[in-house]
């Protein structure tokens, strides 16, 4: 399942200084959008409105029409799942544990585990190649381990919308290319902060660029990507191809821009 996602001049500000101005996007149903920018243009405060952790100052977030910033915390729970930078599980469960407590939006306080949660339980450590970690304490996995284990609990939600925040740090390059591989082929409505373009490129219907809280481009990857916006958002010298198997454009970065070095 899938829903649309519209953002309408979301703004948050914090002790007067002004973290997004009026960002603006759209994901459609079953889309993967990016949302890509250099290190404090607002990617993550920006998808934390998103997914509810932070509450807009003006602006409205819709999922397929609905306000969600209206919803409750559990409604919204059972739409949107997050995986965010700085996810953490709890010390000392198993991995196994950890992933189904992604099942809590669905059931009572007091309801055990049922057979079909078991069952979205292993399907989703398999889909994530987290299925010989299932028995291991969260706390004693590697960066990329725990990775792994955090999308596989965003995922037992059965969420219309998958919001994540850099889901490929700490992964090696299969990983990175399997987890970025399987978010998309999902179903779901996907929203990814990437720091990595040419993943961007790969893998998101389209992309949208922040700088200093402010949307500057946005549409297909090729449209996006050009080497303009690099020198002029990212501050660097870079050579845009189309790539000879794939089609998509693959940035060969050449350097700091004239100007940006410090």
Not at 57 to 66: K, M, N
Request: proline share 4%; with cysteine; net charge negative.
């Amino acid at each position: 399942m899938s829903a649309s996602l519209a953002t309408e001049d979301v703004t948050y500000s914090v002790d007067g200084h002004r973290l997004l101005n009026g960002v603006s996007l759209e994901a459609a149903p079953g889309e993967t959008v990016g949302v890509v920018g250099p290190n404090g243009s607002g990617k993550t405060t920006f998808l934390r409105c998103v997914y509810g952790t932070l509450r807009p100052a003006s602006g409205r977030v819709l999922l397929d029409g609905e306000d969600a910033v209206a919803m409750t915390a559990r409604r919204r729970a059972r739409h949107v799942a997050a995986v965010p930078q700085d996810a953490q599980g709890v010390a000392g469960l198993t991995v196994r544990q950890v992933v189904a407590m992604g099942r809590s939006p669905h059931k009572r306080f007091w309801e055990g585990d049922t057979v079909r949660d078991e069952e979205f339980v292993r399907d989703a450590l398999a889909r994530t190649g987290a299925a010989g970690l299932a028995g291991r304490r969260f706390e004693e996995l590697s960066g990329g381990e725990r990775q792994r284990a955090l999308v596989a609990r965003a995922l037992v939600q059965e969420p219309v919308l998958l919001v994540l925040d850099e889901p490929t740090n700490h992964l090696d390059v299969r990983y990175q290319l399997e987890l970025l591989g399987l978010i998309r082929d999902l179903g779901t409505t996907n929203l990814l902060a990437l720091h990595d373009l040419n993943l961007a490129a790969t893998y998101c219907d389209r992309l949208y660029v922040l700088r200093e809280g402010r949307v500057v481009a946005g549409g297909k990857p090729g449209e996006v990507l050009t080497e303009g916006m690099l020198a002029e958002v990212y501050g660097v010298r870079a050579e845009v191809t189309e790539h000879a198997v794939t089609g998509l454009p693959t940035v060969v970065y050449l350097g700091v821009a004239p100007g940006e070095a410090e």
